[in-house]
């Protein structure tokens, strides 16, 4: 077997069962990685210097298809239903002896990283991949170990990733021919059946999910940045609600851009890179992440090019609108060196609202941050995804990150109720979505506005402000704020039409009630009372 780059000097492939490979590239560098990845035919390179890729069919995850296995040592722990569903040791055993027999005689790429930047907490991981390009996105996106630690680095967990090895569906008990399988007790994951590099990020989020819990310290799917102040705050948000856009500010340092923890020394970063959405990129409205997109090192899935030039339209969106670029976080400028920050001042939760009926921003009660963090809320909008109708798709997510959660949602929301009691954070809903109408017949909150609010939230203005309650939701809204116009801040005056404000957001407050029932046995009265329900 050839080797190549730094492997660990124990530890090997053999006892991971990998056997007879034609070759083995371990630790490859970045450039490395390009050339591997240009000469097998997996990706081009573009005008900039970024890497492009196309994922084929698979632009996005693929939740259905993940797997726990039910084994004795997890099982009183995972919150089995839709989300978290089992799979038997036998079924698994299966899938992964078909892995590696499956890559005897072929390439493998290696990286050996640490997820979690405090030390304390860090998860070494392998990461173990068919392509050149899918090792050089694991390499992107954890935090590289320095190279004395390669000489004793004993990975905790594996991630075996092989996109083209496809299941068979309700034959090997799957529900496609995709496959992302957890075995906590074997402490492996294994993916195949998809290109979509995300997978690999949100297979070590969700082992982070299940194990620090257990720690004391609450994982978070959201985004963290520092003021000059040493302020701390984290951004909360499903995909499209602009957690990464917002929290790569130019005047406030990053920590990262979407997955975070909370433990009793601050709020640390879990990985060495961001992976940002790139559909409509504007490098007036998003300088920094607009500039990772013409740089060696960046990876960009599904963008379409000109195939003669290599010029990108990042407005294209005939791929998918899913169209992403994966870059080290030290690409961009005002980047936390170490990944740490104390404890958060603001938290913000972020919902893009395409019924255009939520306050574009409103200050929380604990009581009901605990509502809105269980509830999760965001709205897709029609025509961007394959599947949804002619009208806005209300999604409840718990946590903002439900597919990544293998404990109960009650574990992590009474953590964040803890420790924002705790730590006297204030919190902040924050509506990205609709203004003057929904989505089709209003517009795109303006991001020069979204930017002033959380601004004028961060720096303490609006908590100088006066408030009024909103009659649907209860949600205490500024009268005003510096740089936004005050009509906007109520959503009913941007309607021209204030008869269906009123049913819309009638609508969905009923949307909201029916979603929390899952709770309200699990919660406080307080939090209950904290709900949507319409102001007294």
């Given at each position: 077997m050839q080797i190549t780059g730094t492997p660990a000097s124990k530890h090997g492939l053999d006892t991971h069962g990998l056997l007879n490979l034609k070759a083995a590239h371990w630790n490859l560098a970045t450039a490395a990685l390009y050339e591997a990845a240009i000469r097998r035919g997996e990706?081009?390179?573009?005008?900039?210097?970024?890497?492009?890729?196309?994922?084929?069919?698979?632009?996005?995850?693929?939740?259905?298809?993940?797997?726990?296995?039910?084994?004795?040592?997890?099982?009183?722990?995972?919150?089995?239903?839709?989300?978290?569903?089992p799979i038997d040791q036998e079924r698994f055993d299966i899938m992964l002896g078909r892995a590696l027999a499956y890559l005897q005689?072929?390439?493998?790429?290696?990286?050996?990283?640490?997820?979690?930047?405090?030390?304390a907490y860090r998860l070494p991981v392998r990461v173990i991949t068919e392509t050149a390009w899918h090792n050089l996105f694991a390499r992107n996106m954890f935090i590289q170990p320095k190279r004395e630690e390669l000489a004793h680095f004993e990975p905790q967990f594996t991630i075996m990733n092989v996109p083209n090895l496809m299941g068979r569906g309700a034959a090997d008990g799957l529900a496609s021919e995709t496959f992302i399988l957890v075995d906590m007790a074997k402490r492996i994951v294994l993916i195949g059946g998809t290109s979509y590099a995300g997978e690999i990020k949100k297979?070590?989020?969700?082992?982070l999910n299940y194990l620090l819990p257990a720690r004391g310290v609450l994982p978070?799917?959201?985004?963290?940045?520092?003021?000059?102040r040493g302020d701390v705050a984290i951004f909360f948000g499903l995909s499209g609600t602009g957690k990464t856009t917002l929290s790569a500010d130019s005047t406030r340092t990053l920590i990262g851009d979407d997955e975070h923890g909370w433990s009793d020394n601050g709020v640390f970063n879990f990985e060495g890179g961001c992976y940002a959405k790139v559909i409509r990129l504007s490098r007036e409205a998003e300088p920094e992440i607009y500039a990772t997109t013409e740089r060696f090192g960046t990876i960009l899935e599904n963008v379409v090019f000109d195939p003669e030039?290599?010029?990108?339209?990042?407005?294209?969106?005939?791929?998918?609108?899913?169209?992403?670029?994966?870059?080290?976080?030290?690409?961009?400028?005002?980047?936390?060196?170490?990944?740490?920050?104390?404890h958060p001042d603001n938290v913000v939760m972020l919902t893009a609202d395409a019924f255009g009926v939520l306050p574009p921003i409103s200050q929380l009660t604990p009581e009901q941050a605990m509502y809105h963090f269980l509830s999760g809320y965001t709205a897709r909008v029609a025509g961007t995804e394959k599947g949804l109708g002619s009208e806005p798709q209300a999604t409840f997510s718990t946590c903002f990150g439900a597919p990544f959660m293998p404990r109960h949602p009650i574990i992590y929301a009474e953590m964040l109720r803890d420790r924002i009691a705790k730590h006297g954070a204030k919190c902040w809903l924050v509506n990205t979505g609709w203004s003057g109408g929904k989505a089709g017949v209003g517009e795109r909150m303006k991001i020069a506005y979204t930017r002033a609010m959380v601004a004028a939230a961060l720096n303490g203005t609006l908590a100088q402000a006066g408030v009024r309650q909103d009659p649907n939701f209860g949600l205490?809204?500024?009268?005003?704020?510096?740089?936004?116009?005050?009509?906007?801040?109520?959503?009913?005056?941007?309607?021209?039409?204030k008869g269906a404000y009123d049913s819309t957001a009638h609508d969905l407050r009923g949307r909201f009630e029916a979603n929390f029932k899952q709770f309200e046995s699990h919660v406080p009265e307080k939090v209950r009372a904290a709900g949507v329900r319409a102001a007294a």
């Open positions: 990706a081009v390179l573009g005008a900039g210097g970024a890497l492009i890729t196309n994922t084929g069919k698979h632009t996005g995850r693929a939740p259905k298809d993940k797997f726990f296995v039910d084994e004795p040592g997890s099982r009183g722990d995972i919150n089995w239903g839709e989300v978290n569903k005689n072929r390439e493998v790429f290696v990286q050996d990283c640490f997820a979690g930047a405090d030390p297979s070590v989020f969700t082992l978070m799917h959201c985004s963290a940045n520092i003021g000059q030039t290599r010029h990108l339209d990042l407005n294209d969106a005939s791929l998918t609108e899913n169209t992403r670029a994966s870059y080290p976080i030290e690409f961009i400028p005002n980047m936390s060196l170490d990944g740490t920050g104390g205490l809204v500024p009268e005003n704020c510096p740089d936004v116009p005050t009509d906007v801040l109520d959503p009913r005056q941007t309607w021209a039409d």
